[in-house]
T-cell receptor, first 110, second 116 residues
């Protein structure tokens, strides 16, 4: 079952902040975040593990609420290069698979 | 180091034709995946492999077959193409290797398939 992402789309001006949410009805072991620019492949941003460990991007932060099975991606002081579609991928324990959400389209304008 | 490569980049098929998509990785990754991406649907897993000689079904496996005869290659076959299989297909690989969680997946550039 796909995780639910919100919002579906957001438009920001340069320098503004944004939060993208990802929630699942299943117990999660890890949450992954990827960004995809138009016509390109998804690119890894961050992994959040059960227990609080984070691995990934220096300028983007995220959180993982294990009790609620929710993750949030925080984009601060947005730049034009942040534009793209953001996907969360969720992993259940032992599955070695990711189930991706439908994506959040982020547009940063000057 | 090319990472993950996919062949072909674009293909047009007629309904009922068959074809094979090739994915190759040079990172010595154990795990490989095939996804399809349709507008508004995100990435959906078709099949995956956790090592040479192994394959498993993902979320949307019907109408596709896969093979992993060599560690570096993962083939996706369409037995009898249908218009519903028009999509962008992405291959990905990850280290795996018995870790406790899903490692980072590295994606190929994608193959655009149009079935008429």
């Amino acid at each position: 079952q796909q995780p639910v992402q919100s919002p579906q789309a957001v438009i920001l001006r340069e320098g503004e902040d944004a939060v993208i949410n990802c929630s699942s009805s299943k117990a999660l072991y890890s949450v992954h975040w990827y960004r995809q620019k138009h016509g390109e492949a998804p690119v890894f941003l961050m992994i959040l593990l059960k227990g609080g460990e984070q691995k990934g991007h220096e300028k983007i932060s995220a959180s993982f609420n294990e009790k609620k099975q929710q993750s949030s991606l925080y984009l601060t002081a947005s730049q034009l290069s942040y534009s793209g579609t953001y996907f969360c991928g969720t992993e259940r324990a032992g599955s070695y698979q990711l189930t991706f959400g439908k994506g959040t389209k982020l547009s940063v304008i000057p | 180091n090319a990472g993950v490569t996919q062949t072909p980049k674009f293909r047009v098929l007629k309904t009922g034709q068959s074809m094979t998509l090739l994915c190759a990785q040079d990172m010595n990754h154990e795990y490989m995946y095939w996804y399809r991406q349709d507008p508004g649907m995100g990435l959906r897993l078709i099949h995956y492999s956790v090592g040479e000689g192994t394959t498993a079904k993902g979320e949307v496996p019907d109408g596709y077959n896969v093979s992993r005869l060599k560690k570096q290659n993962f083939l996706l076959g369409l037995e009898s193409a249908a218009p519903s299989q028009t999509s962008v297909y992405f291959c990905a690989s990850s280290y795996g290797g018995g870790g406790t969680y899903q490692e980072t997946q590295y994606f190929g550039p994608g193959t655009r398939l149009l079935v008429l």
